[in-house]
Nanobody
Framework: QVQLVESGGGLVQAGASLRLSCATS????????MGWFHQAPGKEREFVAA????????YYADSVKGRFTISRDNAKNTVYLQMNRLKPEDTAVYYC????????????????WGQGTQVTVSS
């Protein structure tokens, strides 16, 4: 059973914006921190951004700081990743994840994963 469902990926030109969404159940959304990871072909899955359960703390990979914003909508059980000023190197499959995430940037700390959404940025 799919617990996390991502949407919003697509093909855009460099400099454009996209907003990814991740919808989940109330149980998961009210229990865990939520994160976004991405994986480019031939590379490891890497941390992008995360937000704590309270929504008061957010974390970003250095490569996306100042360009990406993570947020959560408690009424919709949905977490968002607003991606601005996209670069070709942002091209990857983006995965939503949920977990207690004591180590917020470690993919091993996340128990639930979505199926991913492709983001392609052309130069």
């Amino acid at each position: 059973q799919v617990q996390l469902v991502e949407s919003g990926g697509g093909l855009v030109q460099a400099g454009a914006s996209l907003r990814l969404s991740c919808a989940t159940s109330r149980r998961i959304f009210s229990t865990y921190a939520m994160g976004w990871f991405h994986q480019a072909p031939g590379k490891e899955r890497e941390f992008v951004a995360a937000i704590r359960l309270s929504g008061g703390s957010t974390y970003y990979a250095d490569s996306v700081k100042g360009r990406f914003t993570i947020s959560r909508d408690n009424a919709k059980n949905t977490v968002y990743l607003q991606m601005n000023r996209l670069k070709p190197e942002d091209t990857a499959v983006y995965y939503c994840a949920a977990g207690y995430a004591v180590l917020i940037a470690s993919r091993n700390e996340y128990n639930y994963w979505g199926q991913g959404t492709q983001v392609t940025v052309s130069s």
